[in-house]
Each structure stands twice: as C-alpha cells, then as structure tokens.
C-alpha cells in the first residue's frame, strides 16, 4: 500500500502592507517560482506569475475586482481561483498561493525548502 506524501508547509513574511500599493502587483521569488501579490485593499491574493498564453507577466498587468489582465493579449484570470475568466483563457488556470495579512506583514504559505533565509524574500515591481 502507497501513502501519499504530506509536504510540510511554512508561512514565509514577503513584505510589508504598506509595500504593496493598492490594486498593482509585485513579484516575489520563493525557490525557482516568481509568484505576483496583488493588495486588493481588504486581502493580498497572490498567483503564479507567468500567463499561460505567452507567459507573460501578471504582476504587470490590470487589476480589475478580482481579476488581473495579461498584459500581452489580455487573457483574465480570477484571482482568488486562479480560474480564466474571459474567452480567450476559459480553458486555462494559473496557480494561487495561500496569503495572508498578519498585523501590516503579508505572509505566503509554501512549502518548507522553499525557506532558506530568516529575512524577507526580494520583491520587485
């Protein structure tokens, strides 16, 4: 009989709220993922930053409610489900990161060996 390995997860600090300007993205790099963070003003919500159209870059793109824009060919993606959400990208999905606001710092769960620092990871944007 199999057993399924249970990864063990940590919540990593990435950066503080005030960092993160309203309804823009910004990239942080845990292990070899660049993930996008998006402050949507009341929740951080963070997704892979790569579009699967072209890969192009969501951190730039249009924040629109819960849904950030491509900014290559304007393929849209939710947010919260990482779900396509116009006709151009229905049949795809990017990945969603757990976040969370924790007293002004921003924290992203992933798995344990991505931590490797006791110090915030490099934001860019």
């Known amino acids: 009989m199999n057993q399924a390995t249970i990864e063990e ?3 990593i ?3 503080r709220s005030q960092d993160l300007p309203l309804r823009e993205g910004r990239v942080v790099v845990l292990g070899d993922q660049e993930i996008a963070v998006f402050n949507l003003g009341d929740r951080v919500l963070a997704v892979s930053n790569h579009c699967p159209h072209r890969n192009g870059p969501l951190a730039d793109g249009i924040v ?3 849904t950030i824009v491509c900014p290559l060919h304007a393929w849209k993606f939710n947010l919260e489900t ?3 959400a116009n006709a151009l990208s229905t049949e795809h999905c990017i990945e969603t990161f ?3 606001l924790s007293d ?3 924290f992203l769960e ?3 060996q991505s931590t490797t620092k006791n110090e915030m990871p490099a934001m860019s944007g």
Do not use: L, N
Request: hydrophobic share 45%.
């Open 82 to 84: 990482g779900q396509g």
């Open 13 to 15: 600090a990435i950066a």
């Open 9 to 11: 997860t940590v919540w």
């Open 98 to 100: 757990p976040s969370r």
């Open 64 to 66: 629109s409610g819960a």
């Open 104 to 106: 002004g710092i921003v």
């Open 110 to 112: 992933a798995p344990r």
